[in-house]
């Protein structure tokens, strides 16, 4: 699976105010946007945000493409049902974010805090996980076969009607998960894994 990375490259340093004004186009911010300012219907494209607090960002309606978020606070940030192309998330603390109905195409997520996260009904294309902490994070009716998971903690994450067959999940971090025997049918494991989800739908196993 090849991900496309974001085109942005020696973008100026932009403040809020000139980024609304830009239309959310082209620049580097560094600082937490005020709470009185409303992005609204608009596609953010061709940005880097490094280090800010995103808590109160106002955003109604808009989409992220050609980003790289990096070591932003992201808690309980919602990308309902928007499209996400071309992004990177680097060390990014997503805890509870909502990806509901979402669009994710060629997105990388590295090093983040995927706890509780929902991505219900998101729709993947070339999406990877790498070294995430996704403990408790929802998945359901989704379709994974271009997801990649590597060095992950999907400690009690839930997939529902989301089938892992042929997904890779042995570098993974899993003490236990909520998973129906029709979803993790066919998938890739560790000997270890196998066991404990063998355990987690009624097998018993004597030493």
């Given at each position: 699976?090849?991900?496309?990375?974001?085109?942005?490259?020696?973008?100026?340093?932009l403040?809020?105010?000139?980024?609304?004004?830009?239309?959310?186009?082209?620049?580097?911010?560094k600082?937490?946007?005020?709470?009185?300012?409303?992005?609204?219907?608009l596609?953010f494209?061709?940005?880097?945000?490094?280090g800010i607090?995103l808590s109160?960002?106002?955003?109604k309606?808009?989409d992220?493409?050609?980003?790289?978020?990096?070591?932003?606070?992201?808690?309980?940030?919602?990308?309902e049902?928007r499209?996400?192309g071309?992004?990177?998330?680097?060390?990014?603390n997503?805890?509870?974010a909502?990806?509901?109905?979402?669009?994710?195409?060629?997105?990388?997520?590295k090093?983040?805090?995927?706890?509780?996260?929902?991505?219900?009904?998101?729709?993947?294309?070339?999406v990877?996980?790498?070294?995430?902490r996704?403990?408790?994070?929802?998945?359901?009716?989704n379709?994974?076969?271009?997801?990649k998971?590597?060095?992950?903690?999907?400690?009690e994450?839930?997939?529902?009607?989301s089938?892992?067959k042929?997904i890779?999940?042995?570098?993974?971090?899993?003490?236990?998960?909520?998973?129906g025997?029709?979803?993790i049918?066919?998938?890739?494991?560790?000997?270890?894994?196998?066991?404990?989800?063998?355990?987690?739908?009624?097998?018993?196993?004597?030493?």
């Open positions: 699976m090849k991900i496309k990375e974001p085109l942005v490259h020696d973008v100026p340093p403040s809020w105010e000139e980024l609304l004004s830009s239309e959310g186009k082209d620049g580097l911010i600082t937490n946007p005020k709470k009185s300012l409303l992005f609204e219907s596609t494209d061709s940005l880097k945000l490094e607090d109160d960002f106002n955003a309606g808009c992220y493409t050609n980003i790289i978020f990096s070591h932003c606070q992201m808690m309980n940030f919602t990308f049902g499209y996400l071309r992004i990177v998330f680097d060390s990014c997503l805890l509870g909502k990806f509901i109905l979402s669009s994710l195409n060629d997105v990388i997520f090093g983040c805090n995927l706890s509780l996260a929902n991505f219900a009904s998101a729709r993947f294309k070339n990877s996980f790498d070294g995430c996704m403990n408790q994070s929802f998945f359901e009716s379709d994974l076969k271009s997801v998971f590597m060095d992950d903690e999907l400690n994450a839930v997939f529902f009607k089938s892992l042929d890779d999940l042995s570098s993974c971090k899993i003490s236990s998960m909520n998973v025997l029709d979803d049918k066919g998938a890739i494991l560790n000997s270890e894994q196998a066991i404990g989800v063998a355990r987690m739908i009624g097998v018993k196993i004597k030493d």
